[in-house]
């Protein structure tokens, strides 16, 4: 495991189950914020706390006895903040066939004892790959910037 990115894998289970049949969506977004806080976390050393959750996209369905992958991982970095992508895939135990299911990106802020945001390690992408998700979360940034701007008077 490399410190900016966090797997977690396990079995979905009859618990997860919504009235479909499928996977619920609340099940869904815990795993979301479990791997992501668990990114953070281990990225910055400290105890964090959710900013921002976004754009969560349902892509295909996560069938109960699949085998769950979900993949958190440091994209971006501010001074305190840490813009994590996270996505899930499903795999089919017999058949192998594995599905993207869900993905979003969730920001984490460090924090002292206090409260009080405290710096994080600067994340530096290694790949073409980490420079395109990088630039995607400055992009989606941006966009949260505007979209704040143009409701904060209608608040």
Known sequence: MTDNIVKFRFLSQPADVNFGGKVHGGAVMKWIDQAG????????SQYCVTVYVGGIRFI????????VEVQARIIYTGRSSMHIAVDIKATNPKTKVET???????????????GKTVPVPAWTPQTEEDKKLQAYAIKLSELRKEINEATSSQF
């Open 37 to 44: 806080y668990t990114c953070a976390v281990n990225w910055s």
């Open 100 to 114: 993207k299911t869900t993905h979003c990106v969730i920001v984490f802020a460090a924090v002292d004892d206090n």
């Open 60 to 67: 295909n369905p996560i069938h109960i006895g699949e085998i």
